[in-house]
């Protein structure tokens, strides 16, 4: 746990790249971890996936709609007006301005899949049960409100 030196297969890792900086690198190792589990482990996401990810400008908001999309999925997020653009420019296939409306009532975002909470929206569980955002067997993972679950 100590040591400034480990053996590991080269396969196992990744030229970082010039200009990133050794705590960049990490915090993307870190963050991409975080998405791909959620969306792969948890919430099983494929092709034929709708998500809406809560908070698509944060880290793992940002990185989970370019992977998501990578995937072929289909995917909303949610974002302030000052990070449109760049939710926008990650993939989201509809960016919806919080400040601007209620996700819940938007009629695009019924049945989904999944729902991925990077904000720890307040009642984000209810909000979507009750609203018919999530399907009955979906998944809704929250990694910032420790009350759900």
Known sequence: AFAEYIC???SKLSKIPEGVTYDQAAAVALVGTTAH???FDCCKVT???KILILGGSTAVGNLAIQLAKSKGAWVAATCSSRNVDFVTQAGADLVLNYQEKKWEDIAELKNLDAVLD???EKEGWSRTSKNGVVKSDGAFVSISN???G
């Open 37 to 39: 589990q959620i969306l």
């Open 47 to 49: 092709a034929d996936s």
């Open 118 to 120: 990077c904000v720890g």
């Open 8 to 10: 590991v297969p080269a």
């Open 146 to 148: 420790p009350d759900v």
